[in-house]
C-alpha cells in the first residue's frame, strides 16, 4: 500500500467588495423584525452604567478593562470612538473625575467592550485605574463619542493606520472590526514604540495578521540604539518609511493617533507621499490644551444629546423614532466636523433621509373636503382635481377616473405604454402592466390606472 | 467586457442615391486630388454633397461612441443621439444595450423626442404606436383594422457593443470586424477605471460652427496649446517634443517630465495598469491611439496644481498618481481617463458647417457633490479648453469658406492630424470604389 499526498494551492479568498459595518443593513430594514438590531444603530451618545468583568495586563504597561452595561443592552458605537468615563478617583462620596478613553474593541462584539489604559507616570486617574478597577467595578459613563472613526460603508476600504504608543487603542478597534466583517479591505498598520516588548497587542495582531490577508502589521522602534534582538524596523517615522510600507499611501485613508508631536511630522511625511489632508484622520489623547478643550466641548454636548434623549424617552415610552435621534447625530456630527470634515455622517445621514417617505408631506388639500362622486365601496381621493371617487374593488381605476372627469393621458389603455402613469400617495393596488413601468418607478410610488383595480382607499395625485 | 454583437431583426431599406451620377463623380475626384500631407480642399468642409457622403462612407459604416453606461446606469434608461440624419435610441436593457433607429415604422416621426429620460416601452408621441426594449411593434391601436401584421414594423435597430463602460454603435449592415481586435487593445486600459460604477457628474454641449473633422483635426495636434493655458497646468510644456528637439528653456521640464514618467511607469507596473503607446491611427480601419502619460504638478488630475478633483478613486485604483490615460478613436471620440474621473468626448455632426460635441464628465457613483467634488473646479479646466477649441475650429471654417482658402501643409507635430485625414481618405475612397 503506498500513501500518496498531493499539494493543493489553496484559492484566494473571495469577498465582496468594500467594507460594510453591520448596521448599515438595518437602515433597509423594516422596523419590526429588526428591531433588536436597532440596539446597534450608533448614533447617538448615551449616559449609561458598566461594569467591569475582566482585567487584562497588556505589553507597554497598558491595561484593558473590559466592561458590559448594567442594563444588558449592546454597546453601540463606531470603531475610533471614545467614552468619557467618571472615576470616583477621591472615594465614592467625592466628585469623580471624568476621563475619555478609546474604546479597543469591536462594535461587532458589543455585549461586552474594553477600554485600554496606559499608566503615566504621574497620572493620577490612569495610577488610579490600574490599582483600584476590577471585575465587579461598576463605572458611570457617556458615549461614544467622537468623529475619528471608520466610515459606515467604503467600497474602496484601503488604510494606513499610524500607531505610536498608546494610540494604538482606537486602531485597535478598527483592525479587530475589520477583521470581524466580510468585504474586501487592506490595511496596513505601521505602529512606533520606545523600545522592544512595549507594543501592546501584538500577539494579537501578529495573529490577525498571519490569519487575515488583508492585514499587515508593521513595528518601528523610535530609538535607533536598539539592544538585543529586533526583527522589526528601526526608526522614527519618515517619508521613506511610509513610501516603504504603502508605496500606494496616496491611495489610502490614514488613521493616525498618537502624541502631538508624533502627530505633527505624520501630518508633514503624508503630504510628501501625496496623502491628501482630506484624507487623513487624526487623534490625539494626549494632547494640548486645545485638543482637551475640543473633547471636553464634544462631551458637553454628548451629555446634552444624551439628556435629551432620555427625556423624549420617559415621556414616550416607546424608542424614539429615527428621525428625532437622527436629527440629534446631524447636529453632533456638525460639531464634530472640525476634527475630520464630517465626510462619514454626511452619507449615511443622507441615505437614511432619502429613504424617508416625504410624499405625503405635501399634500395640498384635505380630502375629505372634497366633493364626492359615483357608487362603489372603497374611496379613491383625487388630490390635484380636488374630487373623490368612489370605486369597487375589480372594477378599473382609470375607467372609473375618467368616468368621473377626471383627465388622465392614456393610450394603450393595456399596460404598454405608460401614458397613463400617475403617483399613488396610499393604498394599494392591484396593478397587470406590460412593461409600461419600470421596477424604480414602481417602487417610487408609480402605478398605471388602465391596468390597476383598487385594493383600499387611495389617494392619488392626479 | 465586451458583450456580444447585436444582430439586426430586420433588414435596413437600400439607400437610394441622393445625387446624381455627376455628383458622385465629383466627390471621388475630390479625394483622388487630395494632396497628401495637406489640409484638404475647401468642399470637404463645405459641401452638403460631401457631408452626405462622409454621413454614409463613414458614419454609416463605421463602430462610432454613442455614450457611456453612467449616462443610461439601470434599465429603461435611453438618451437619444444624432449623427447627421440618423437618430438612434441607445436604450439599457435588463440585458445590455440596445442601439434602436428613433424612426417610427409608421409615419416616421421621431419615437423619443427628449435628448435623456426613462421609459418602460417606446411610445411614438404621434399615434402612440408602441414598441417593446428590443424594438418590436406591440401595439397599436387601430380599430377595425384587420390583416395588419405588427411582426412587420418593428424599430430598425443598428448594431451596438459595449466595451469597459463604453457603448459604440454601427449603422452598417456588416460592421467591420477589426473592432474586435481593438476592444481587446483598449479594454485592459479603460476597465480598471470601472465606467459601469461611475455617475455623470456634468455634461456640456457645445454647437461648434465648424465642419466635423475640423472638429477633429484640431483635437488631434497640440501645436495650438499654447492657446489653452489652464490646460497648460496639467500637461507638461514638452508635450509632444523629442528629446532632440528639446530647446534650452525647457530642460527643466523635460526633466521633470522624465522623472515624472518613470514614476508613473513604476506605478503602473505595480498596480498592473498598462501605459504603452499604441497608435494605429491610420493603419486599420478602427484607428487608435492609446496611452498613458504622466500630468504636471501633483500629477493626479486636470487641475492647476495637479491635485485630485474628487476625493473618490473611481474602480478598484489603488493611486490617485495616475496621469491620464488618453484615448483616439476614429472617427469620431476621444477620452481622458484619470483616477478620480473620466471626461469622454464625441462629436456629433449636424451637417457640413454645424458639429455638436458632447463633453461628459465621470466620477465615481458614491461620490457626492459638493463633499467629494466641487461642480465648478471639477470642469473648469475643460469647458475653458473646449470653449478655446471651438473657437479655434470656427476660425478655419470661416477659412475654408473663404474663395482665398487653399490647403496648408501639416507640420510634424500634426502627425496624427495628416493620420486621422488620411485615415478619412482611404476610408471614403473605399465606400466610393
Ligand atoms: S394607457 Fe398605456 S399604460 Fe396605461
Ligand atoms: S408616426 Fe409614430 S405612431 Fe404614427
Ligand atoms: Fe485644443
Redesign the pocket.
Known amino acids: 500500500m503506498t500513501v500518496s499526498t498531493t499539494l493543493t494551492a489553496i484559492p484566494d479568498v473571495q469577498r465582496i467588495r468594500g467594507l460594510e459595518m453591520p448596521w448599515n443593513r438595518v437602515f433597509q430594514s423594516t422596523p419590526e423584525p429588526a428591531g433588536a438590531a436597532r440596539a446597534l444603530w450608533p448614533w447617538y451618545p448615551q449616559e449609561f452604567l458598566a461594569e467591569c468583568v475582566e482585567t487584562v495586563p497588556e505589553a507597554g504597561d497598558m491595561l484593558t478593562i473590559v466592561l458590559r452595561r448594567i442594563d444588558g443592552a449592546p454597546l453601540a458605537f463606531r470603531s475610533g470612538q471614545y467614552l468619557n468615563i467618571a472615576f470616583p478617583v477621591d472615594g465614592p462620596d467625592a466628585e469623580p473625575v471624568n476621563r475619555s478613553y478609546s474604546i479597543s474593541s469591536a462594535p461587532t462584539q458589543p455585549w461586552t467592550f474594553a477600554i485600554t489604559v496606559k499608566r503615566e507616570e504621574g497620572g493620577r486617574v490612569s495610577q488610579w485605574v490600574h490599582e483600584n478597577v476590577r471585575p465587579g467595578m461598576v463605572l458611570d459613563m457617556l458615549g461614544p463619542v467622537g468623529a475619528f472613526h471608520l466610515p459606515d460603508m467604503d467600497r474602496r476600504a484601503r488604510y494606513l493606520f499610524l500607531a505610536a504608543g498608546a494610540g494604538v487603542t482606537p486602531l485597535m478597534s478598527m483592525i479587530r472590526t475589520i477583521h470581524s466583517l466580510p468585504g474586501r479591505a487592506d490595511v496596513v498598520m505601521l505602529y512606533h514604540g520606545a523600545e522592544p516588548g512595549a507594543f501592546a497587542f501584538s500577539r494579537e495582531l501578529e495573529h490577525l495578521a498571519s490569519v487575515d490577508s488583508r492585514i499587515k502589521v508593521y513595528y518601528s522602534l523610535g530609538d535607533r540604539s536598539v539592544t538585543g534582538t529586533w526583527q522589526g524596523m528601526v526608526g522614527r517615522l519618515t517619508a521613506q518609511m511610509i513610501d516603504e510600507v504603502v508605496p500606494d499611501a496616496n491611495g489610502r485613508q490614514v488613521y493616525a493617533c498618537g502624541p502631538e508631536g508624533y502627530l505633527d511630522v505624520a501630518t508633514d511625511f503624508l503630504s510628501k507621499v501625496g496623502v491628501d489632508d482630506t484624507s487623513i484622520h487624526m487623534e490625539s489623547f494626549s494632547g494640548s490644551r486645545a485638543t482637551r478643550l475640543e473633547y471636553r466641548d464634544e462631551v458637553a454636548f454628548a451629555g446634552e444629546i444624551a439628556e435629551e434623549i432620555a427625556a423624549a424617552q420617559d415621556e414616550a415610552h416607546e424608542p424614539e423614532p429615527v428621525t428625532a435621534a437622527l436629527d440629534l447625530y446631524q447636529i453632533a456630527a456638525g460639531t464634530e466636523a472640525k476634527a475630520d470634515d464630517g465626510t462619514a455622517e454626511h452619507y449615511e445621514t443622507g441615505d437614511v433621509l432619502a429613504a424617508e417617505p416625504t410624499a405625503s408631506a405635501e399634500t395640498p388639500a384635505e380630502p375629505s373636503s372634497f366633493e364626492t362622486v359615483g357608487q362603489g365601496s372603497l374611496n379613491m381621493s383625487f388630490l390635484r382635481s380636488g374630487l373623490n371617487v368612489r370605486i369597487d374593488p375589480g372594477e378599473e381605476i ?1 375607467a372609473a377616473a375618467k368616468q368621473a372627469g377626471i383627465r388622465i393621458g ?12 400617475i403617483v399613488k400617495l396610499s393604498g394599494d393596488v392591484d396593478m397587470h ?1 406590460q412593461g ?2 419600470r421596477a424604480r418607478e414602481i417602487e417610487a410610488g408609480k402605478f ?4 390597476s383595480t383598487a385594493q383600499t382607499d387611495l389617494v392619488l395625485d392626479a | 467586457m465586451a458583450q456580444a454583437v447585436k444582430t439586426k431583426t430586420s433588414s435596413r431599406g437600400k439607400v437610394s442615391p441622393a445625387r446624381s451620377e455627376d455628383q458622385f463623380a465629383a466627390v471621388r475626384t475630390l479625394f483622388e486630388n487630395r494632396r497628401a500631407g495637406y489640409s484638404l480642399d475647401a468642399p470637404f468642409y463645405t459641401d452638403p454633397e460631401v457631408f452626405a457622403a462622409d454621413m454614409k462612407g463613414i458614419f454609416g459604416q463605421h463602430w462610432l461612441f454613442a455614450a457611456s453606461l453612467a449616462e443610461i446606469p439601470e434599465p429603461g434608461d435611453y438618451v437619444t443621439i444624432d449623427y447627421g440624419p440618423y437618430s438612434l435610441i441607445i436604450l439599457r436593457t435588463d440585458e445590455g444595450v440596445n442601439a434602436l433607429h428613433n424612426v417610427c415604422r409608421h409615419r416616421g416621426a421621431r419615437v423619443l423626442t427628449e435628448p435623456a429620460g426613462t421609459t418602460g416601452n417606446l411610445v411614438c408621441g404621434y399615434h402612440s404606436w ?1 414598441y417593446d426594449a428590443e424594438g418590436s411593434l406591440i401595439h397599436a391601436s387601430s380599430p377595425g383594422e384587420i390583416n395588419f401584421d405588427k411582426a412587420c414594423f418593428s424599430l430598425k435597430r443598428a448594431h451596438s457593443r459595449v466595451v469597459a463602460g463604453l457603448v459604440f454603435v454601427c449603422l452598417a449592415a456588416e460592421p467591420p470586424a477589426d473592432f474586435d481586435e481593438v476592444s481587446k487593445i483598449f479594454e485592459p486600459y479603460v476597465a480598471p477605471h470601472e465606467i459601469a460604477n461611475a455617475k455623470v457628474a456634468f455634461q456640456q454641449e457645445l454647437i461648434e460652427e465648424g465642419n466635423w473633422k475640423l472638429v477633429m483635426e484640431n483635437n488631434r495636434e497640440c501645436y495650438h496649446c499654447d492657446g489653452h493655458p489652464e490646460l497648460a497646468c496639467s500637461l507638461f510644456p514638452t508635450w509632444g517634443l523629442t528629446e532632440e528637439l528639446v530647446p534650452p528653456h525647457l530642460e527643466d521640464a523635460w526633466q521633470r517630465n522624465v522623472t515624472a514618467e518613470t514614476a508613473l511607469q513604476e506605478r503602473c507596473n505595480r498596480y498592473g495598469l498598462p501605459y504603452e503607446v499604441v497608435e494605429e491611427l491610420d493603419t486599420r480601419i478602427a484607428g487608435i491611439r492609446i496611452s498613458r502619460e504622466p500630468l504636471d504638478g501633483a500629477g493626479e488630475s486636470f487641475s492647476a496644481t495637479g491635485r485630485r478633483l474628487s476625493k473618490k478613486l473611481l474602480g478598484d485604483l489603488r493611486d490617485f498618481r495616475l496621469g491620464r490615460c488618453s484615448m483616439h478613436l476614429q472617427p469620431n471620440c476621444w477620452f481622458h481617463l484619470l483616477s478620480d474621473h473620466v471626461i469622454t468626448f464625441a462629436a456629433f455632426p449636424i451637417n457640413e458647417h454645424q458639429t455638436l460635441v458632447r463633453t461628459t464628465w465621470l466620477v465615481a457613483d458614491d461620490a457626492v457633490e459638493g463633499v467629494d467634488y466641487d461642480l465648478e473646479s471639477l470642469t473648469y479646466t475643460w469647458k475653458q479648453t473646449n470653449v478655446q477649441d471651438k473657437n479655434f475650429v470656427e476660425m478655419c471654417q470661416q477659412g475654408a469658406a473663404s474663395p482665398a482658402y487653399e490647403p496648408g501643409p501639416y507640420m510634424k507635430s500634426e502627425y496624427q492630424v495628416e493620420a486621422f485625414i488620411n485615415w478619412y481618405t482611404q476610408r471614403m475612397q473605399e465606400h466610393l470604389g
Do not use: F, V
Not at chain 1, 392614456?410 to 397613463?420: I, R
Open positions: 382609470l392614456a393610450n394603450c389603455q393595456e399596460g404598454m405604454c405608460g401614458s397613463c402613469k402592466h409600461g413601468i398605471l390606472p388602465c391596468c | 408602441t
